[in-house]
C-alpha cells in the first residue's frame, strides 16, 4: 500500500549534480571513520547516503545522513529503525527498493521514497504513476551508488564498504 502513495525518485535526477556523495555500509572501517564523518560542516558539504545498518550508529555520533537505503526481504530490518521518533530522522528520507519488506516503511517514522516497479505497476494499472527508476542492485551498497549516481553526485566516496578489508 506504501508504493502506491510515496514519493518516487524522479524528481532526485541530477539534484545533487557535482557535489560529492559518502556512501556508509557497515563494514569494519566504519567505526574508525566516524569522527571524520561527525566533522562539523560535512553534511553541508557532501550527500551523505547511509545503508540502513549505519543508520543508527550515525545518529549517536550526531551525524544525520540525507539518503537511507533499504532492500531487505525480511521484517528483521525494522529493527533498525526501533525507538526512533520524527524529529531523530527530520531532514533524512529513505529510499527503498519496492522488493523490500513492507514492515520496513511502515516502521521509518520519515519520509519514504520507493523506486518504481514494473510487477507492482502493473498491479496498479491506471492508478501507477512516474515514479523513477534505479537499476537493481544485489545488496543495499548497490542500491547506495545507484542512487548517488541518479542524484547526480560527482565524486562518490565510500566509507564502511570493506571488500578488500583485511
Do not use: N
Not at 68 to 89: C, K, M, P, Q, W
Not at 110 to 129: E, F, K, N, P, Q
Amino acid at each position: 500500500p506504501r508504493y502506491a502513495v510515496a514519493p518516487g525518485v524522479a524528481d532526485l535526477a541530477g539534484r545533487q549534480a557535482g557535489r560529492p556523495a559518502i556512501l556508509v555500509a557497515a563494514g569494519p572501517s566504519l567505526g574508525p571513520s566516524l569522527d571524520v564523518l561527525a566533522a562539523p560542516g560535512l553534511r553541508d558539504r557532501a550527500v551523505i547516503v547511509a545503508a540502513q545498518t549505519t543508520l543508527r550508529p550515525l545518529l549517536e555520533r550526531g551525524i544525520r545522513p540525507h539518503f537511507v537505503t533499504a532492500l531487505d526481504y525480511h521484517a528483521i530490518s525494522t529493527r533498525f529503525y526501533e525507538g526512533l521518533t520524527a524529529e531523530d530522522v527530520r531532514g533524512v528520507e529513505l529510499v527503498v527498493d519496492p522488493k523490500a519488506h513492507p514492515s520496513i516503511l511502515d516502521a521509518f517514522p520519515g519520509t519514504v521514497r520507493c523506486c518504481r516497479s514494473a510487477m507492482l505497476d502493473t498491479l496498479l494499472g491506471a492508478s501507477a504513476r512516474r515514479m523513477g527508476t534505479l537499476p537493481a542492485g544485489a545488496t543495499v551498497a548497490h542500491l547506495s551508488a545507484y542512487l548517488a549516481r541518479h542524484l547526480g553526485c560527482d565524486p562518490i566516496i565510500t566509507v564502511g564498504q570493506d571488500l578488500g578489508f583485511t
